[in-house]
C-alpha cells in the first residue's frame, strides 16, 4: 500500500508536513526582523549615547604635552565639633617617571632631591602610591593600615603599630597596602578609587587618616589624584579636640629613635 502522506515526487504537491514547516520557518524569520528592528530603533540609539559619553569623558590615557594638569591647593572642612578639620588635596601625579612627594605637616606636595630625607610622607606616580619607609627609605617611618568597613568620620583615632612600610618585588617598590586603593575598569579602561580609609603613620612618625577620591583633573586630564585626610601634629593618634578646642594629645607612641 502506497503512503500519500510524504512525497519526495518533484513537482508534487507540498504535505501537511511541509506546509508546516515552512510556516513555522517563516514565523521565525519574521519574530528575526522584528526583534533586529526594535533593537535597531531603541537600543542602539542608547549605546550610541552611552559611547559618545565615554569617549568624551576621561580616560587612562597619559595627558597631552603641554597639558599637563595643576595641582589644587588644599580646602578644609569642618564635619563634626569635636573632630579635627579634614583637608581636601589634588596632588599631581601625571607622570609616567618622576615621583611627586607630599608631606602632611605641610599639606601639600613638596620638592625632593634627597629621597632619604624625612621631608615627604608619601610619593605618587600615575597610580602608584609609595610611603616614606621601609624599603623605599629605612630612615622613614611612614607606614599604612587599611582599616576595612570604616567610615572616615568615625575614625576618631588610629592604630599605633602594625603598620605596613614599602617592600621590594620583582618590577618595583611599593607599599603592600596601597597596591589596589582603585578598581580597574576593563571595558572602560577606567580607575575609580575605593572607599577604603587608610591609617597612616608619617615618616616622622606623627599620625593621619586618609581617604583617595579620584584619580581624574578637573580638566578632565588623567594622573591627579584627589583625596581627603586629617592630620594630628602633636604626635598623638586621637583626631579629636579637646574641651578648648585644641588637638586631644590622647595616646603618644614611644619613639625612642625620635
Same mark, same amino acid.
Given at each position: 500500500?502506497?503512503?500519500? +502522506?510524504?512525497? &519526495?515526487?518533484?513537482?508534487?504537491?507540498?504535505?501537511?508536513?511541509?506546509k508546516k514547516?515552512?510556516?513555522?520557518?517563516?514565523?521565525?524569520?519574521? &519574530?528575526?526582523?522584528?526583534?533586529?528592528?526594535?533593537? *535597531?530603533?531603541?537600543?542602539?540609539?542608547a549605546k550610541?549615547?552611552?559611547?559618545?559619553?565615554?569617549?568624551?569623558?576621561? $580616560?587612562? /590615557?597619559?595627558? +597631552?604635552?603641554?597639558?599637563?594638569?595643576?595641582?589644587?591647593?588644599?580646602?578644609?572642612?569642618?564635619?563634626?565639633?569635636?573632630?579635627?578639620?579634614? /583637608?581636601?588635596?589634588?596632588?599631581?601625579?601625571? $607622570?609616567?617617571?618622576?615621583?611627586?612627594?607630599?608631606?602632611? $605637616?605641610?599639606?601639600?606636595?613638596?620638592?625632593?632631591?634627597?629621597?632619604?630625607?624625612?621631608?615627604?610622607?608619601?610619593?605618587f606616580r600615575? *597610580?602608584?602610591?609609595?610611603?616614606? *619607609?621601609?624599603?623605599?627609605?629605612?630612615?622613614?617611618?611612614? *607606614? !599604612?593600615?587599611?582599616?576595612?568597613?570604616?567610615? !572616615?568620620? #568615625?575614625?576618631?583615632?588610629?592604630?599605633?603599630?602594625?603598620?605596613?612600610?614599602?617592600?621590594?618585588?620583582?618590577?618595583?617598590? /611599593?607599599?603592600?597596602?596601597?597596591?589596589?586603593?582603585?578598581?580597574? &575598569?576593563?571595558?572602560?579602561?577606567?580607575?575609580?578609587?575605593?572607599?577604603?580609609?587608610?591609617?597612616?603613620?608619617?615618616?616622622?612618625?606623627?599620625?593621619?587618616?586618609?581617604?583617595?577620591?579620584?584619580?581624574?583633573?578637573?580638566?578632565?586630564?588623567?594622573?591627579?589624584?584627589?583625596?581627603?585626610?586629617?592630620?594630628?601634629?602633636?604626635?598623638? /593618634?586621637?583626631?579629636?579636640?579637646?574641651?578648648?578646642?585644641?588637638? #586631644?594629645?590622647?595616646?603618644?607612641?614611644?619613639?625612642?629613635? #625620635?
Amino acid at each position: 500500500m502506497e503512503n500519500t +502522506q510524504f512525497s &519526495n515526487t518533484p513537482g508534487a504537491a507540498p504535505t501537511d508536513v511541509e506546509k508546516k514547516k515552512k510556516m513555522w520557518r517563516n514565523l521565525f524569520l519574521l &519574530n528575526l526582523c522584528v526583534s533586529l528592528l526594535l533593537v *535597531g530603533f531603541f537600543w542602539l540609539p542608547a549605546k550610541l549615547m552611552q559611547m559618545d559619553e565615554f569617549f568624551n569623558s576621561p $580616560s587612562v /590615557n597619559l595627558p +597631552q604635552k603641554g597639558e599637563i594638569a595643576k595641582s589644587q591647593a588644599p580646602t578644609q572642612t569642618h564635619n563634626l565639633a569635636n573632630l579635627l578639620p579634614t /583637608n581636601t588635596v589634588t596632588v599631581n601625579a601625571s $607622570s609616567e617617571d618622576e615621583w611627586t612627594y607630599f608631606d602632611f $605637616s605641610r599639606g601639600q606636595e613638596v620638592q625632593i632631591h634627597d629621597p632619604s630625607s624625612l621631608e615627604w610622607d608619601m610619593a605618587f606616580r600615575r *597610580g602608584n602610591v609609595i610611603s616614606n *619607609g621601609g624599603a623605599t627609605n629605612t630612615f622613614g617611618k611612614a *607606614g !599604612f593600615i587599611d582599616l576595612k568597613g570604616k567610615e !572616615f568620620d #568615625s575614625v576618631t583615632e588610629v592604630p599605633l603599630e602594625e603598620y605596613a612600610q614599602d617592600v621590594t618585588t620583582k618590577t618595583e617598590t /611599593n607599599n603592600p597596602v596601597l597596591v589596589s586603593w582603585y578598581k580597574y &575598569n576593563y571595558f572602560t579602561h577606567k580607575l575609580t578609587a575605593k572607599k577604603n580609609i587608610y591609617a597612616v603613620r608619617t615618616a616622622d612618625h606623627k599620625y593621619a587618616k586618609v581617604q583617595f577620591l579620584s584619580f581624574y583633573c578637573a580638566n578632565k586630564e588623567t594622573g591627579c589624584i584627589k583625596m581627603r585626610y586629617v592630620y594630628q601634629d602633636n604626635g598623638g /593618634n586621637s583626631f579629636l579636640k579637646d574641651n578648648a578646642g585644641f588637638a #586631644s594629645p590622647a595616646t603618644v607612641a614611644s619613639n625612642p629613635e #625620635s
